[in-house]
C-alpha cells in the first residue's frame, strides 16, 4: 500500500456566517464517522486539524499574517492514509464530509518519502 495525504481546505473569505456550534457539531460528528469508516478499513495513519490563524514566511525572511498564501482557501487539516492506489485513495477522499459546504475541497497527494531523526 502507498501513503497519500488528504489535505482539506476551506473557503474563509467567500463564506457568509460561520457554522453555529449547533452546525459544527454535525459536521464534527460527520466528520469522525468519516475517520472511524477509514479505521475500521486499517487505512488510517494518522491526522490533525488546524487553527484558522498562522504565518507566511517568504524568502528574504518576511513574516505575514495567515495562512492564506495567495488563495482564498485555507487548509483546515489533514489526514494521512494507506491506499492501494490513487484511485482507492479518491474515493476515501470523497467521502470527506468537507466536500459538503461550498468552496470547499479537498486535495490528494502521494506521500512520497518521510524525514526521520
Known amino acids: 500500500m502507498e501513503e497519500y495525504l ?9 463564506k457568509g456566517e ?6 459544527l457539531e454535525i459536521y464534527m460528528k460527520q466528520y ?5 469508516e477509514i ?4 487505512k488510517f495513519i494518522s491526522g490533525i486539524g ?19 498564501v495567495e488563495t482564498k482557501e485555507s ?3 489533514f489526514i494521512i492514509i494507506h491506499a492501494e492506489n490513487w484511485e482507492d485513495a479518491v474515493g476515501i477522499a470523497k467521502k470527506c464530509p468537507i466536500l459538503g459546504g461550498e468552496g470547499n475541497s479537498v486535495e490528494v497527494r502521494m ?3 518521510t ?3
Open 18 to 23: 460561520k457554522p453555529s456550534p449547533e452546525q
Open 75 to 77: 487548509l483546515a487539516g
Open 39 to 42: 479505521i475500521s478499513k486499517k
Open 6 to 14: 488528504i489535505l482539506m481546505r476551506l473557503d474563509f473569505l467567500t
Open 50 to 68: 488546524l487553527s484558522e490563524e498562522g504565518k507566511v514566511i517568504r524568502s528574504k525572511q518576511i513574516v505575514t499574517d495567515g495562512p492564506f
Open 111 to 113: 506521500v512520497k518519502g
Open 32 to 36: 469522525h464517522e468519516w475517520v472511524n
Open 115 to 117: 524525514h526521520q531523526n
